[in-house]
């Protein structure tokens, strides 16, 4: 089946940076997009940007524009977010999910979640 | 930016309700809306995509409607385990939005 498997729980300091990879199975990972999305504690969904796993273009959210790097890496069927100087604001529970295009496009299926805190 | 907006942010429910929750976009998306269940501690899940198209897997208790600015789901009858916050999201154009939620309480 479709499946997003991310990697685990990160704790960092303000001012560093994290790297959280999301391996996908199941489907020819080439054909859509990957979208990150986060959620502070108790707080809603936050777009932070997608990449095209076919080309390696990306769109970012104007908000993490500049600090925020989506790569891919398709020998491995593996997609990256980089964030760069942390604060405390960073703080949540990060998702990839594939942007599949049927005339619009859906996040389906989602991973399971990235826990980063940021605390010094 | 695309500004979605839920309402209610929250209600409460008995089991065998019917439910319906709204979402509005600041400006038109066509049909590019769709709508997730997250339960609590978990990843979302997609219900519905282009306003109307249930899910593989998802049960016919819910449905979507609406197009251009004015978005419905439904549950037509409320489930133990449908209690959860349901999100909208519009893929019209960059960035992605969401609404801020609707959180689905048990009565």
Redesign the interface.
């Known amino acids: 089946q479709v499946q997003l498997v991310q990697s685990g729980t990160e704790v960092k300091k303000p001012g560093a940076s994290v790297n959280v990879s999301c391996k996908a199975s199941g489907y020819t990972f080439a054909t859509s997009g990957i ?1 990150w ?1 986060r959620q502070a504690p108790g707080q ?4 932070m940007g ?1 990449i095209s796993a076919d080309n390696g273009d990306t ?1 970012y ?2 908000k993490v524009q500049g600090r925020v790097t989506m790569t891919t890496d398709t020998s491995t069927s593996t997609a990256y977010m980089e964030l760069t100087s942390l604060t405390s604001d960073d703080t949540a529970v990060y ?1 990839c ?1 594939r942007a599949k295009v ?12 990235t826990l980063v805190t940021v605390s010094s | 930016d695309i500004q979605m907006t839920q309402s209610p942010s929250s209600l409460s429910a008995s089991v065998g309700d019917r439910v319906t929750i709204t979402c509005r976009a600041s400006q038109r998306v066509a ?4 709508w ?1 269940q ?1 339960i609590s501690g978990k ?4 219900l519905i ?2 306003a109307s ?1 249930l ?1 593989s897997g998802v049960p016919s208790r819910f449905s979507g409607s609406g197009s251009g600015t004015d978005f419905i789901l439904t549950i037509s009858s409320l489930q133990p385990e449908d209690f959860a916050t349901y ?1 909208c ?1 519009q ?2 154009s ?8 609707t959180k689905v309480e048990i009565k």
């Open positions: 979208t999305v809603g969904l936050e777009w997608w769109n959210a104007e998702y999910a049927r005339g619009w496009y859906e996040l389906d299926p989602w991973g399971q979640g | 049909g590019y809306l769709n997730y997250q990843a979302p899940n997609l995509s282009g198209s899910q999100y999201q893929s019209y960059t960035p992605w939005t969401f609404g801020q939620g």
